[in-house]
């Protein structure tokens, strides 16, 4: 199976900064990489598709990048409900993984 | 709109079974590849099976292999997970997840909660 992981497992931000978070493949896998929004008791929400693919709907201030191995989601300037979980997950080959979390919590 | 409406969770014994549906709208069902996921209270989503648009192929986690079975019904736009030698460690929220490859999960349900326990 290939494992998924993301750093860092938290984060605390202020409105209006920039953050990074960064996704690890165990092995390559192009780059069927996604990314994904969850607020307490809600389900997830697609924010990026094939690591860079912004999924309709979506504020621009997301953005993803990379390829094989290491990608990044960049939130360009943190609004308020944009406090919550994110989760990669990788569709390369089953079963479809997805990384351990980072919560982003207010400063 | 796409709606994924999940329906069929709640309390069950060890051992037992549980089928659970989800009533799928807003989209042509027989077209899109469909997945279970869940999370279990507290800690992070796990993908637990897929099945292609014409049910002919179908992958689940190793955690799940000939315990849980996924399959549709296209006439229905209609999407299961029959769950059975259930464990306390299947207690989680299932949801389901229209899906693709190239695309991930776009569109989920809210949720059934699955309890496992005596």
């Known amino acids: 199976d290939i494992q998924m992981t993301q750093s860092p497992s938290s984060l605390s931000a202020s409105v209006g900064d920039r953050v990074t978070i960064t996704c690890r493949a165990s092995q390559t896998i192009s780059s069927y990489l996604h990314w994904y929004q969850q607020k307490p008791g809600k389900a997830p929400k697609l924010l990026i598709y094939a690591a860079s693919s912004l999924q309709s709907g979506v504020p621009s201030r997301f953005s993803g990048s990379g390829s094989g191995t290491d990608f990044t989601l960049t939130i360009g300037s943190l609004q308020p409900e944009d406090f919550a979980t994110y989760y990669c997950q990788q569709s390369y080959s089953t079963p479809y993984t997805f990384g351990q979390g980072t919560k982003l919590e207010i400063k | 709109q796409v709606q994924l409406v999940e329906s069929g969770g709640g309390l069950v014994k060890p051992g037992g079974s549980l089928r659970l549906s989800c009533a799928a709208s807003g989209f042509t069902f027989s077209d899109y590849y469909m997945s279970w996921i869940r999370q279990a209270p507290g800690k992070g989503l796990e993908w637990v099976s897929y099945i292609s648009s014409s049910s002919s192929y179908t992958d689940s986690a190793d955690s799940v292999k000939r315990r849980f079975t996924i399959s549709r019904d296209n006439a229905k736009n209609s999407l299961y997970l029959q769950m059975n030698s259930l464990r306390a460690e299947d207690t989680a929220v299932y949801y389901c997840?229209?899906?693709?490859?190239?695309?991930?999960?776009?569109?989920w349900g809210q949720g059934t909660l699955v309890t496992v326990s005596s």
């Open positions: 997840a229209r899906t693709g490859r190239q695309y991930g999960s776009d569109y």
